[in-house]
């Protein structure tokens, strides 16, 4: 029921934090249990917010605040930067209430455009205040519009980092139909040096923040997971997309298309399923890090009737587990990325509950969120810490969720760029 709460007094938060014409930034005081900056927790410990900025953090004593500050109070609770999403689609919605091919195919732009100002929203309010979202899935450039209409307050939701329409190889990618039909695709199809090197810079231009290639995809025989791009046309895209001053992230579940990409320049593989040892290091000494999107791996098995914690791990869960275990193992830095979408935006933090029962703990988990995240996308100067100077992207949850990771859902207050949204 917290969000009907929400929703009924969110237009007075907001117009609370207006900035009034003529005065000066308003001070709001947060005074938690603990804080957790991003990378270590302190008890006592307070927050100082002018504006859309952290200007003091430590010691409540130590805060030289004006008599006039706006106090929120929040007992028993542990204030940490507002989480950073690494793999969503907010474009997409669960694949159990329709499956990925008819969203592609029949559902309209505009209704695909309406669910996504709801799953922004509800994205936002679960305490997400950064999405990396790879990739529309045949809607386009809509990522772009729905960024745009976040900046202007026209709806609710997280920042967004885009992608667009992301980029796949002729004959590849889905769906597929007759081979005589020409089906719609959910990416962007180019081959080969003139087309890649235009389609890269299409989507730079149309406003991806990141470009989104696809180096492999389960168009093997048997419908098997092999390389699509070579490695050549992987450096070209990196070189393209580097030269406007993009990074470059890699769908790779083989370990042939890891190696490829990795060699290429990209800074972070999604899923990893089948990587290997040597995959693995490759990643490890390139710094190159993994979204594992263990949560999107458990939904689609549970759509197709697993019941998790009666049943036996199905095949695809227990290679995720392993490769997960083996990629810590070897070092390779961790994204917190869930391919959030193909289940429920706003249920994010299945995918750290998961990063923990497959064996990381509470605190490195909490810390990928935050300034792991941050620091992968290169925006850690920007936000991903509670410190001096940093905006104000921070959320407040009951509980210590350094020692128990579940405590992020007990999300009772969220703050973005100085802006409240949730509020005890
Ligand atoms: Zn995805």
Redesign the pocket.
């Known amino acids: 029921m917290r969000w009907h709460k929400t929703l009924s007094t969110l237009p007075m938060l907001i117009a609370l934090s207006l900035p009034v014409p003529g005065s000066a930034q308003r001070e709001i005081l947060l005074v938690p249990e603990r804080v957790f900056d991003g990378s270590e927790t302190h008890d006592g410990w307070a927050v100082l917010v002018r504006g859309a900025r952290i200007v003091a953090v430590g010691r409540v004593t130590s805060i030289t605040a004006p008599v006039t500050v706006d106090t929120v109070a929040l007992p028993g609770t542990t204030l940490l930067p507002g989480l950073i999403e690494g793999?969503s689609?907010l474009l997409l919605h669960p694949y159990n209430e329709t499956p990925w091919t008819d969203q592609v195919l029949i559902e309209s732009l505009a209704e695909r455009i309406a669910r996504a100002t709801v799953h922004a929203r509800n994205t936002l309010l679960a305490g997400i205040t950064t999405v990396r979202d790879?990739?529309t899935e045949g809607a386009g450039y809509a990522d772009v519009g729905l960024k745009r209409s976040i900046e202007l307050d026209i709806i609710l939701g997280p920042r967004m980092i885009v992608t667009t329409r992301a980029i796949v190889a002729t004959g590849s990618y889905s769906p597929k139909g007759a081979p005589e039909h020409h089906l719609p695709k959910g990416a962007e199809v180019a081959d080969g040096y003139d087309e890649l090197i235009r389609v890269t810079r299409d989507q730079i231009g149309r406003g991806a923040d990141w470009v989104k290639v696809y180096a492999d995809y389960r168009w093997g025989p048997g419908g098997t997971a092999q390389p699509t791009f070579t490695r050549a046309e992987l450096e070209l895209v990196v070189e393209v997309a580097a030269s406007s001053g993009r990074s470059v992230v890699a769908?790779a579940a083989t370990a042939e298309g890891i190696e490829r990409s990795v060699l290429a320049g990209v800074r972070t593989i999604?899923h990893g399923d089948g990587a290997d040892e040597e995959a693995l290091a490759l990643m490890a000494s390139h710094g190159v890090a993994l979204c594992p999107?263990l949560a999107?791996v458990e939904a689609v098995s549970e759509y197709s009737g697993w019941r998790k914690g009666v049943d036996p791990d199905p095949q695809r869960v227990a290679q995720k587990k392993a490769s997960f275990r083996a990629a810590l193992a070897a070092g390779v830095p961790i994204c917190f990325g869930g391919?959030v979408?193909v289940y429920s935006h706003g249920e994010n933090v299945r995918e750290l509950e998961l990063m923990v029962e497959y064996g990381m703990s509470p605190l490195s988990a909490v810390r990928a969120a935050t300034s792991g995240n941050a620091a992968l996308f290169d925006l850690d100067h920007q936000f991903g810490s509670v410190a001096e100077g940093l905006l104000a992207d921070m959320i407040a949850v009951q509980g210590n969720p350094t020692q128990d990771i579940t405590a992020l859902r007990n999300v009772v207050f969220v703050m973005k760029g100085g802006v409240v949204y949730v509020e005890p």
Do not use: I
């Open positions: 793999h689609h790879l990739g769908h999604e999107t999107a391919d979408g």
